[in-house]
């Protein structure tokens, strides 16, 4: 059986949807053979799994993407995903009933750009990441077929409890300090992750916690100038952007990771930090909550309420140990893939009863 994924980007990509796809096309592959058509490849691809057929050069403009669209269809693939609602026209030009993946706040509100509110009745499926996802999206959507839940899974042998890195230690100046870490892109356009929250009560710690913020983008210079307005730009240090062989090691600098963020389809670095055995503050707003299953694995706060956020960071940095918790488990890749493997057999199924 061959299987087309219509992505966003995927090998050669960063954040959380691309992860999620290179995630999705290793379990698919396990199975059956995959062409994978990415719309953008910002950076140089990882290999990919044998099985997979990845069209990067599909991505070098609109012409060579309609074109490897038009190859693949030509397959006549038994599944067509599509990785993306912004992809649903593409999607359904070569399939009468593909199946939509949906991530997060891309698919919680009405879309009205080339008909999506409509093509969304044609999916023969639709597969979201968290429970939350699925709820907007049906919400607006009324889409009345099929739903599954496929949260991400986590390798959870790249992370581990570790020592700090010397080297890192010294380039951001965290010699006898505690750590708040968050992750994340720093887009002027998402200010939903949760770092301003975090700034407004860093002040009522002790001079010795300070807050690593660890991604670039565009909305860093804003948030230095916050942290200068609030008197705890000395206590704030930015990474920008850093090699994806860092992370792990990111994790292992710090004391708790927090994001008390609003706009969290999921919320994959959760699962990142509870790997490296860190204590985590997540959102009971969002997606977040999922990943630390509804408050088990971690704290849960109101990001509108700085005295629960500040109670919160302060019990975790009591804590002091560092633990990866039984749990996480449940989102290993080994049950990520079992749980592909009985959402495809379910869609499957109704497909041959219809």
Known sequence: MTVLVLATDAYGGHGGIALFNRELVAALALNSEVVVVPRIVPHEPEPTPPGVTFVAEAARSRF????AIARAALSRPALVICGHINLLPVACAIAR?????TFGIEAWKRRLAAGLN???HRCRAVISISALTRDRFGSWSGYRGPTYILPNPIHAERYGTRERRPDLVARYGLEGKRVLLTVGRLAGEERYKGFDEVLDVLGKFPPDVVYLIAGGGNDQSRLRQRADELGVADRVVFTGGFPEGEKADLYALADVYVMPSRGEGFGFVFLEAMASGVP?????YDGGREALMYGK?????DPANPAELRAAIAEQLERGTRRIPDELQYFSFEHFVARLTMVLSSIDDRS???
Not at 297 to 301: E, Y
């Open 97 to 101: 009933h593909p199946v939509l993946m």
């Open 64 to 67: 060579a993407y309609s074109r």
């Open 352 to 354: 041959r009863a219809s």
């Open 280 to 284: 985590v503050v997540g959102s009971k």
């Open 118 to 120: 409509r093509l969304v």
């Open 297 to 301: 694995l971690g704290l849960l706060v």
